[in-house]
């Protein structure tokens, strides 16, 4: 009978669901705050069922001899070292939709009280200062609630929105035209939503694209008076500018759930009137918490008790037999998905897999979910590979798969095509004898690089002296080139450069980049 040891507060019905599914459970919820002791007892246990208060660190791990599942009762693993566990083969699980019902009812609370100035006005009731006149309101009704990330909690904000009878925009780059339809809302640019939008609710994960996506220069986009509520992520609003942006009245108000640095004290943003703070309170309900913890033990007792592995963060659904052959397609199907992916800044309204000889006569489950993840991953962050499909089939992408016998010249490849509102962008890729991945193609255009952890993409015309500039720019820009790989269409046509690099590129870098004669694009890759 496995054994799983529950280290955090959890509900007593989630305890039960352990043992009616035949595992021995220990409920011991304040043990993950006394680090020495979960060391100590870690090794007896086939499972562990967290919270936040858990901090499962390498350390840990090191002694969780017979660990198999790790259960985070939440969305949140920031207190998980997946890179270990993954290294010990410990499968960490998360529940990812169990609290986007109460996180999108507290940005709603959060609007209503920062409309009506509900916090400042009962606090001065209670000091029986009756100060009527001083706390005017806004109504809602018929005003324009700006959406910043349309995805599962923002669409239930929409929702609610609606009911209120708020007209709802919404800036995704990933919302296709037919789910705005389906949402009933408006998509619009970033520029446009800050112009036209009373209130503003960000609902986005926290990624190089979003980070301070709200800050001095786009606060000075809004429009005067607007109101804004994040509780989704701190870090996507820049809090020096949104503190000025306060003082000055171009942002009426605002209503913060989550900070930059948490616990949030002495934020100066708590000296100001016109500002709401809670204590990250978007999953803090009865319900929501009562979700995650069932959630949890239903998908950590079918793991222990049949092998099923759902909602993992670290390992698609493979079974032990299948897992030697099949990982190496599933990596290569992931780095194309991330090669696109990372090129792409419109809305996808379709995927497609074709795959060909080897890969064909597998599972390809794996690498399908694999490559949606791989896709979707630079725009949404909070992720996975068993997450992706899902999330991919809500945003209304549709996902075609085509399975064929060997044609080519390779014994088994696959093929990724992205399409979006502005193009359709193919590449394709092998694995070689040593089962690294490799690109075999782009855009139609045929070539071989192997893929390496950092990478610059270049599109350029094909005309003499190009591949010496770049490299005499990269010299002086300080970037060492591992491997130069080149393909053209044609002589004189579209050329395509994929250049291993030592390190990264910044935008700066970039720029100096682009501005080569005859260079189309420039992207800096990371894998």
């Not at 400042?120 to 706390?135: G, M, Q, V, Y």
């Not at 001095?216 to 820049?238: F, H, P, Q, Y």
């Not at 000025?244 to 000296?271: H, I, R, Y």
């Not at 991330?338 to 060909?356: H, P, R, V, Y």
């Amino acid at each position: 009978m496995p054994k799983v040891l529950v280290s955090d507060k959890l509900s007593p019905t989630a305890v039960q669901i352990f043992k009616d599914n035949g595992v021995e459970v220990d409920y011991l919820p304040d043990l993950g705050k006394d680090k020495d002791k979960l060391f100590e007892v870690i090794g007896q246990y086939d499972g562990l069922a967290i919270r936040s208060a858990t901090k499962v660190t390498d350390k840990i791990l090191s002694a969780a001899t017979n660990l198999k599942v790790i259960g985070r009762a939440g969305i949140g693993v920031d207190n998980v070292d997946i890179p270990a566990a993954t290294k010990k083969g410990i499968i960490v699980m998360n529940t990812p939709f169990g609290n986007s019902i109460t996180t999108a009812e507290h940005a709603i609370a959060m609007m209503m009280a920062l409309a009506r100035q509900l916090p400042e006005a009962d606090a001065s009731t209670r000091a029986s200062k009756w100060e009527k006149n001083r706390f005017m309101g806004v109504e809602v009704t018929h005003k324009t609630l700006g959406l910043i990330g349309a995805g599962n909690i923002g669409s239930i904000v929409a929702d609610r929105a609606q009911g209120l009878k708020m007209k709802v925009i919404a800036y995704d780059p990933f919302l296709t035209p037919e789910r705005a339809v389906e949402l009933g809302v408006e998509k619009v640019e970033l520029n446009d939503l800050l112009a036209r939008a009373d209130f503003i609710t960000l609902h986005t994960p926290l990624i190089d694209a979003t980070r301070n996506i709200l800050n001095a220069e786009t606060l000075s986009k809004t429009k005067k008076g607007v109101r804004i509520i994040n509780c989704a992520r701190g870090g996507l609003i820049d809090e020096a500018a949104l503190f000025e942006a306060l003082k000055s009245g171009q942002v009426a108000g605002a209503a913060l759930d989550v900070f930059l640095e948490e616990p949030a004290q002495n934020n100066p943003l708590f000296e100001l009137p016109n500002v709401i703070c809670t204590p990250h309170l978007g999953a803090a309900t009865t319900e929501a918490q009562e979700n995650v913890a069932l959630q949890v033990a239903e998908q950590i007792s079918a793991y222990l008790m049949t092998g099923e592995i759902t909602n993992a963060l670290n390992f698609p659904s493979i079974s032990a037999e299948e897992a030697p052959i099949i990982t190496p397609w599933v990596k290569l199907a992931e780095a194309l998905g991330s090669f696109a992916g990372q090129l792409t800044e419109t809305a996808i309204s379709g995927i497609k897999l074709e795959f060909e000889g080897t890969p064909a006569e597998l599972n390809t489950r794996p690498m399908v979910a694999a490559a949606i993840n791989g896709v979707l991953k630079p725009s949404l962050g909070d992720i996975n590979m068993v997450s992706a499909p899902q999330i991919a089939k809500d945003r209304g992408i549709v996902v075609e798969t085509t399975n064929r016998d060997q044609q080519g010249a390779y014994e088994g490849y696959i093929r990724l095509t992205v399409t979006t509102e502005r193009q359709t962008r193919g590449v394709a890729g092998t694995l070689f004898a040593n089962g690294k991945p490799r690109i075999i193609q782009v855009k139609d255009i045929n070539m071989e690089a192997e893929v390496t952890p950092h990478m610059l993409y270049v599109t350029n015309e094909d005309k003499p002296g190009h591949i010496g500039r770049l490299g005499t720019i990269l010299g002086t820009l300080g970037i060492n080139i591992a491997n130069f790989n080149l393909g053209r269409a044609e002589v004189g046509g579209d050329a395509i450069a994929l250049v291993s690099i030592d390190g990264t590129l910044d935008d700066t870098q970039l720029d100096q980049i682009v501005k080569l004669e005859g260079v189309k694009q420039a992207k800096a890759l990371k894998f």
